[in-house]
């Protein structure tokens, strides 16, 4: 047991005498935390505005002064005809025009926009906020029922997303490279064959990242509740959970990749591949799943991060029970058995 501490200690010095291995593994949960919760936002703001009217009525003067006051949409310009409304949309002086229509006043119809549709997804939700402002005077969009996001703001879903992606790329990207690492200097022959068993060799080789793991997400845990106020609806016993099992998942994953790769550069690109590009495009992290084609959807079935971020968003966001998320607590405990039995299959076959 002593030898195991030992084993531990030692890799524990290794990291934190790599400086540039520490500050990726603590400033890059700050940064991402930061950018995605307060400059990477899909969040509708100042949305740059342009009028087109023909007729300064009372009534279109009112649903020209509810754009004007929401924080959704600044009124840059009135122009008199929808084509110079067109002509500043395509020289980049908006983003957004509302025509009102004749019969507007009486009908509380005919408006139309022209929107800047590079892009779709802005697009549309551009068109939906003017919408509810234009023809629901009683609505407000901030008081309107939202469950679990009143103010729909999107670091609600991606502080989940981050805690995914982080814990995945910390736990099975650095293992895995702290690992090929002692195979490629011809160190690790000298490891597998000390006082130690190999496989407690490799166990005390990650133990060191299974506590860095935890402390990132105490950071990131602290971070969303204190700084970007993202609530913890649900059971902290249950997210910690969850957490061991996705990060036990991980470390398994990285010893996987250690007994495929041979050097620190193959070890970069398996995991590039089979971690970073799937955890960013097929785990719903930034696109929804279901809007996916059928092909994708079931690529995705096999990304672990997908179902973890799923069940924070449950657990942090909804505050549901463990009953709602035992779905993706069985997917994840079998995919954590099964890496950790190939891992282990091929370690001893490697020996």
């Known amino acids: 047991m002593n030898l195991f501490i030992s084993f531990v200690i030692k890799e524990a010095k290794h990291i934190l005498r790599d400086k540039r291995t520490m500050l990726i593994l603590f400033g890059m949960p700050l940064v991402l935390m930061l950018l995605f919760g307060f400059a990477i936002t899909t969040d509708v703001k100042n949305v740059r505005t342009i009028v087109v009217m023909s007729q300064a009525d009372h009534l279109t003067q009112q649903a020209v002064e509810r754009l004007s006051h929401s924080e959704y949409f600044t009124i840059v310009r009135t122009v008199a005809t929808p084509q110079q409304a067109e002509r500043l949309i395509r020289d980049q002086q908006a983003d957004l025009a509302v025509v009102f229509g004749h019969d507007f006043a009486s009908k509380k119809s005919g408006v139309q926009f022209i929107v800047d549709g590079a892009d779709p997804n802005m697009a549309q939700q551009w068109t939906n906020y003017a919408t509810q402002v234009l023809l629901n005077p009683s609505s407000n969009l901030v008081n309107a029922k939202m469950l679990y996001n009143p103010q729909m703001r999107s670091a609600y879903n991606f502080v989940p997303a981050i805690m995914g992606m982080l814990l995945m790329l910390v736990c099975a990207m650095m293992t895995s490279i702290s690992i090929v690492r002692e195979k490629e200097r011809g160190t690790m022959e000298v490891l597998l064959v000390s006082p130690t068993r190999p496989l407690m060799v490799i166990i005390a080789k990650a133990v060191p990242y299974l506590v860095l793991a935890f402390t990132i997400l105490i950071i990131i845990l602290l971070m969303a509740r204190f700084v970007l106020g993202v609530p913890l609806a ?22 996987l990749i250690s007994n495929v790769a041979d050097t620190q550069l193959v070890a970069l690109l398996l995991s590039a591949m089979v971690l970073l590009l799937p955890i960013v495009m097929l785990s719903g992290m930034l696109f929804p799943i279901e809007s996916m084609p059928k092909i994708l959807q079931w690529v995705s079935a096999i990304v672990p991060p997908r179902y973890y971020i799923s069940a924070m968003r449950k657990l942090m966001i909804m505050g549901v029970g463990v009953k709602e998320v035992l779905s993706e607590l069985a997917v994840l405990s079998g995919m954590l058995v099964f890496l950790l039995a190939l891992s282990l299959a091929k370690f001893k076959k490697r020996l």
């Open 234 to 255: 649900g059971s902290l016993f249950w997210i910690i959970f969850f957490s061991t099992i996705y990060i036990l998942l991980a470390l398994a994953l990285g010893l």
